[in-house]
């Protein structure tokens, strides 16, 4: 780096405007401490420029960048003095091992670095369908705006949601939910989040403000059935599904994490069930009263440790695009309720533990969820279990 950049001073307003943009446009530097600098990169159409963070990662032995944006309705010695802190408390991260060191220049770029650190199939699915081939994809990091991220919202909800595909290969599909669109924002939302500081509230540069999930979509889930339509529902589903949706209704795990267990996860010596792949990404152990134990050493008998627990015909595990139809199947056939599906099997478990008087945090742990969750979406019970237990107590 040359003197002249060491000895930059950026936080004078008069001298930062007269900076010229530089050939690659790599910013002016000005040194924070060692190891640690805050670069400026004035815009070449007038603009505000933009802000940037340096900093020496001692283990791969290399300066690593971070673009900080313009930080839009801040003025004056406000935006050198936000830029300044920004900087050195992501060199701190650098210097504690806490940053990769990846080159990152796209918003597709963030999303490919965030599932090297969080790997995971939702992530992945949503950052491949809806980003990669997305314009918002090619658009780069430090020129990242609020305006592209709303266009981007408004191409995700108009984008229809995935039902299902049938054996004759035709796809069906659905309006998409603003619940479902915000579950699909979170992976990108993260991924950003990872390398650009919130911007200014109100402005173009609160690229964070177009991510905002939708308020009052995730409603409580208020399908319910009875035992006895459970088990109307399991006479009707086929024979190769009838284990699948059985564990369903015995176990308190998302369809996609019981599809991932595998014989190895279950000990039945001890009864106990390790959950090693969900959506909170920890894995936890849960031990199994004696007659789920017998039905998950049945399923197990005779097969590999890695081998899936609850297998297909063809011995491969199950999928949402697998169990969707033989649901939808069994649900006529049984005359139940048309939206009933694999995640309401999970919505029941969860309603009969709470309402058998389970601890709020003890149903959380084992179904791998948090308690502000649970209590969103089944406090209800609780507060209903409470009332009746108050009226017990008449004289």
Known sequence: ??????????????????????????????????????????????????????????????????????????????VFTQARKDAEKWADQVESGGVRAEKVETVTDACKAYLKDRPGSIAEGVFRRHVYDDPIGKVRIDKLRRHHLREWRKRLESAPALVTRNKGGKTVTKSRSQSTVNRDMVPLRAALGRLLTPGAPNTDAAWQEALKPAKGADRRRDLYLDRAERKSLLEAVEAEAEPFLRALCLLPLRPGTLASLIVGDFDKRTRALTIGKDKNGKPRQITVPAIIADFLTEQSKDKLPGA????????????????????????????????????????????DLVTAG????????????????????YGHLVGDAAAEALAGLAL
């Not at 627990?309 to 139809?325: C, H, L, S």
């Not at 945090?361 to 649970?374: C, E, K, N, R, W």
């Open 358 to 377: 389970l601890p709020v945090l003890t149903v959380a742990q084992i179904s791998g969820t948090s308690v502000a969750m649970i209590e969103k979406h």
């Open 308 to 351: 899936p627990i609850f297998m297909r015909g063809g011995g491969g595990p199950w999928n949402k695009d697998a169990w969707k139809g033989p649901i939808k199947d069994a649900v006529a056939k049984a005359e139940l309720p048309a939206a009933v599906s694999a995640y309401t099997l999970r919505h029941c478990v969860l309603t």
């Open 1 to 78: 780096m040359r003197f002249m950049d060491m000895a930059m001073d950026l936080s004078r307003i008069g001298d930062r405007g007269k900076l010229k943009p530089k050939a690659g446009d790599e910013p002016h530097w000005q040194r924070l401490r060692a190891g640690c600098y805050v670069g400026f990169r004035p815009s070449r159409k007038g603009g505000k420029g933009t802000w940037f963070a340096r900093a020496y990662d001692a283990d791969k032995l290399k300066y690593l960048r971070k673009p900080l944006g313009d930080y839009g309705a801040l003025d004056g010695n406000d």
